[in-house]
């Protein structure tokens, strides 16, 4: 069953929730087997990184239940407005030093000011400049931003749709799920790649996670990002039990076969999740990328330990 699962997903076919199913109740090791044959058929075994910069963080208007920077929760995630462009530049010279290949600017907010705008240009020049891949997260954007953006130096626009739509009121209510999706198709009609995905381990079930992946496969994201929930004190989600690892090495296995040739890419909660060997876990489950050292509010894995992984190959 899962042989003839494997040769739908590698003709291009999308596989139906029943044979998603079969891969859920399937033996994890014969599931993961196959998702690695189809990221190395389509992808191939090169490690993608990224690293981010907390560019602006909390007072965000919007109440995403799993979020440390939100206004409308009491954590005790740092606040501070936009940082000075040459604090951007030495994150990304430090980031370019180690070898990672993608730098995002990430600022919170459903959108930013006129005057943020301005210096998110800048910076997108300033790090394009030194030879990274650019990226931003920083909200919803006009068209005319993204096009000015692009012209900039802008690789790519990251902007998660977090989970399926009918959970999405689960998990915010201050903005439609319409306002990320049309983020999203936005920037793809600018032309710029787009990364785009979700979190896991919110309440949602697998058929959530299904018509989320199916959604991204639709939209045409070239990167997915995989998060898992990391509860944050002060959150609505404060207490909740992190997945188990059996679990989010599913998720990212079944999510290879519905998005053969995109990258995945473990970002937030990889060591909430994964107590040890996290990247040689995520990578053995069908993974294409990683984001490498610390996340916006909490510390992350060893940036070194983590480049020295990327530097040996795949097996
Ligand atoms: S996920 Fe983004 S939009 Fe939602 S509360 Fe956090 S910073 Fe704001």
Known sequence: MIEKIYEKALGGGLICLSEACALIDGDLEGVMGYARRLRDRFTGKTVKTCAIVNARSGHCSEDCVFCAQSSHYGTKAPVFPFIDIAEIEKAAKRVKELGVERFSIVSSGLSPTPEEFLKIKQAVSLVSSIGLQTDISVGCL?????????????????????????????????????????????????????????????????????????????????????????????????????????????????????????????????????????AMKIFSAGASGMMVGDYLTVKGTDIFEDMDFIHRKLD
């Open 142 to 278: 006009s068209y005319e931003q993204l096009k000015e953006l692009k012209k900039a130096g802008l690789d790519s626009y990251h902007h998660n749709l977090e989970t399926s739509r009918s959970f999405f009121p689960e998990i915010c209510t201050t903005h439609s799920y319409d306002d990320d999706v049309n983020a999203v198709k936005e920037a793809l009609r600018a032309g710029i790649d787009v990364c785009s995905g979700g979190i896991f381990g919110i309440g949602e079930n697998w058929e959530h996670r299904y018509e989320l992946a199916v959604l991204l496969r639709e939209l045409g994201v070239q990167s997915v990002p995989i998060n898992f929930l990391n509860p944050v004190a002060g959150t609505p989600k404060e207490g909740t039990d992190v997945l188990l690892e059996e679990e989010a090495m599913r998720i990212i296995a079944v999510y290879r076969f519905i998005l053969p040739d995109r990258t995945l890419r473990v970002c937030g909660g990889r060591n909430a999740v994964f107590k040890a060997d996290s």
